[in-house]
């Protein structure tokens, strides 16, 4: 029985945790595009994402012509993501019940006014 691909395994394995689609390799593969984002159509190969185009960009963008010139669309727009949402914490010590916190800030204090 053929052993899977690694790639294939990290997917598999981190798939389960409901967070996006694991990617072996998550960097953009150099000198084609800086980074994913938001609006990239394209696929994945060998744990590599490989982009085609943006649909958030225009039909005619010069990031969207690696393949050849697309046939004209209006871009996708959004306006602000509206799945995005903040929840900051509330200030305060944040810590698993094994562990605790302890402030030094009264030693460094004594220590300087000694000297």
Same mark, same amino acid.
């Given at each position: 029985m053929p052993v899977d691909q690694p790639w294939n395994v990290y997917r598999e394995q981190l798939s389960t945790l409901y967070h996006g689609y694991a990617l072996w390799e998550p960097n953009p593969i150099e000198? *084609?595009?800086?980074?994913v984002s938001i609006g990239d159509v394209g696929y994945v190969y060998n744990g590599f994402f490989y982009?085609?185009?943006?649909?958030? *960009?225009?039909?005619d963008d010069p990031s969207n012509n690696r393949l050849g010139e697309l046939v004209y669309y209006k871009p996708l727009d959004w306006g602000r993501f509206v799945n995005i949402h903040k929840a900051p914490f509330d200030k305060g010590d944040y810590n698993t019940p094994n562990v605790s916190s302890e402030s030094n800030i009264d030693d460094t204090v004594s220590r300087n006014s000694r000297e």
């Open positions: 000198g *084609l595009y800086d980074k982009r085609m185009f943006n649909v958030t *960009l225009p039909w």
